[in-house]
């Protein structure tokens, strides 16, 4: 399974990004895919993640401000930023997994990561 991530840069405090990735694993596969980030210093930590069948979870600290969809057609994922704040700067990373964890090491499949900076 190859991921493909898109869609950071640069913007302000309280505006808006949108992140896609695309798995190029057959729609039948549906791995679970969700998104982490790994600020400088830090270790990575999960943001979202969507399951196949359509549950959603979230990290704390992204509720309310950030949203995940899917689309199973195209096993591609969606993460909608809203009101991003300087802490959400960080390389954000696609990741997929047939297992039952958002845990880092639970992750099968990585994306190459996208930066998102978000300026004060």
């Known amino acids: 399974v190859q991921l493909q991530a898109s869609g950071g840069g640069l913007v302000q405090t309280g505006d808006s990004l949108r992140l896609s990735c695309s798995a190029s694993?057959?729609?039948?596969?549906?791995?679970?895919m969700g998104w982490f980030r790994q600020a400088p210093g830090n270790e990575r930590e999960f943001v979202a993640g969507a399951w196949s069948g359509g549950t959603l979870h979230y990290a704390d600290s992204v509720k309310g401000r950030f949203t995940i969809s899917r689309d199973n057609e195209k096993n591609t994922i969606y993460l909608q930023m809203d009101n991003l704040e300087p802490e959400d700067t960080a390389v954000y990373y696609c990741?997929?997994?047939?297992?039952?964890?958002?845990?880092?090491?639970?992750?099968?499949?990585w994306g190459k990561g996208t930066q998102v900076t978000v300026s004060s």
């Open positions: 990741a997929a997994t047939f297992g039952a964890t958002w845990s880092v090491s639970g992750m099968l499949y």
């Open positions: 694993a057959r729609p039948a596969d549906r791995p679970a």
